[in-house]
């Protein structure tokens, strides 16, 4: 898909170079060279979370043994309306999906164990929730597909099976922090369900080791609080930059991305994520060497300087952030993946970026962003899209 640049301006898309441009969605040459560069970068991984919104392009000639867990994005139908294209999805899967078959042709959704490790894989077809699936938006079930309902019941089955949970989809839940076109920003589920997926978190969170979604395109993380205490965080979610470097048409400052792969090491018992390796590549420098050259462009704890990846340490991120500019320089770098200066972004947008982070509630992002105070950020001095490849790392 090519689009003309937000306002009429900028390069022509119509000549795109060997791996894409940034008006444009990500061409074969593009996506391969990230499956290739997975491939570099860890040829034998656990299992690979491909967050859409597309089938995952990865066959048995890039990865004999890894288990690709896909979401699939575009089954937007709910029962008990039919959806031939879910149905024949559903078949072609089913070998793979062994028991989740059932579960997969009703919603889109499914759960894996992954082997030889404690971890566990929830599944989720979010587009069930969007504001735009007219499927759902103009009926009155809080419920559709009654996909709430199994969430609920398998997180509490994983509980009791001691297994450790990781939810993965495409659409995640809160509101988009490139958005600043107004205070209440911009957001993708409907608010009922919304508040429920922040529920649904709050009641399993002891469960939930991470949260891995996408479609924004870019780098950044999520906090969840505990329902009787609004600054005790008990889980995060990550978004992964896309490998699609497409210019989100939303509004001029919503921008591009480079394209980002992530490596990620976590603990086969406990489920704790480890470490988090952004892999980018330079579009514009790829294009003119006619070479796909990934490079890493940081790992997490080193770049943030944290002792451990969990919400407690997150939210203390997020509040030092608001004090070091230098330090949200490098996350809003990150946040575009390495592509965009971080001397665009001063006090109203630092401040979207911190509601974003720290209120997925829509009415406590409003509140959030409304009463917001600018003095509260440092000043700084003016200057001058995704797949996760996991690998396993034992305790100790």
Request: proline share 5%.
């Amino acid at each position: 898909m090519i689009e003309s640049p937000t306002g009429g301006s900028g390069p022509d898309p119509s000549q795109p170079g060997t791996f894409g441009d940034y008006e444009c969605d990500a061409p074969l040459a593009l996506v391969e060279s990230a499956v290739d560069a997975m491939k570099s970068l860890h040829p034998d991984p656990d299992f690979i979370l491909w967050t859409g919104d597309d089938t995952a392009h990865v066959d048995d000639k890039y990865f004999s043994t890894a288990k690709v867990v896909d979401i699939i994005t575009s089954l937007t139908n709910v029962p008990p309306k039919e959806n031939e294209l879910q149905t024949q999805v559903a078949d072609l899967w089913k070998d793979w999906l062994a028991d989740e078959y059932g579960q997969f042709k009703f919603s889109g959704s499914y759960s894996r164990d992954i082997s030889n490790t404690s971890v566990s894989v929830v599944a989720l077809n979010t587009l069930i929730w969007y504001k735009s699936n007219q499927e759902t938006a103009s009926v009155s079930d809080d419920d559709p597909a009654q996909l709430f309902e199994w969430a609920d019941a398998t997180l509490s089955d994983l509980a009791k099976r001691k297994r450790k949970v990781y939810i993965m989809g495409h659409i995640p839940p809160g509101t988009f922090e490139r958005y600043q076109q107004k205070k209440e920003g911009f957001h993708w589920y409907q608010d009922r369900f919304n508040k429920k997926y922040i529920e649904l978190v709050q009641k399993h969170a002891a469960v939930i080791k991470a949260q891995f979604f996408a479609h924004h395109h870019t780098d950044s993380f999520r906090l969840f609080f505990d329902a009787a205490n609004a600054t005790h965080p008990i889980s995060y979610m990550l978004l992964v930059p896309g490998v699609t470097p497409w210019r989100s048409s939303l509004s001029e400052e919503t921008g591009a991305n480079n394209p980002g792969i992530r490596l990620v090491t976590y603990d086969t018992d406990t489920g704790l994520v480890k470490e988090v390796s952004t892999y980018y590549l330079d579009l514009t420098q790829a294009n003119s060497n006619e070479k796909a050259n990934w490079k890493l462009e940081y790992n997490f704890t080193t770049e943030y300087h944290l002792k451990a990846i969990n919400p407690t340490t997150l939210y203390n991120l997020t509040k030092t952030m608001k004090t070091n500019r230098a330090l949200f320089d490098r996350y809003y770098t990150a946040n575009t993946v390495s592509l965009e200066d971080p001397e665009v972004c001063q006090a109203q947008c630092q401040q979207l970026h911190w509601c974003a982070i720290t209120e997925v509630d829509y009415e406590r992002f409003y509140q959030c962003n409304a009463a917001s105070s600018m003095s509260s950020w440092a000043a700084g001095t003016l200057a001058a899209v995704g797949a996760l490849v996991l690998r396993h790392r034992q305790a100790g």
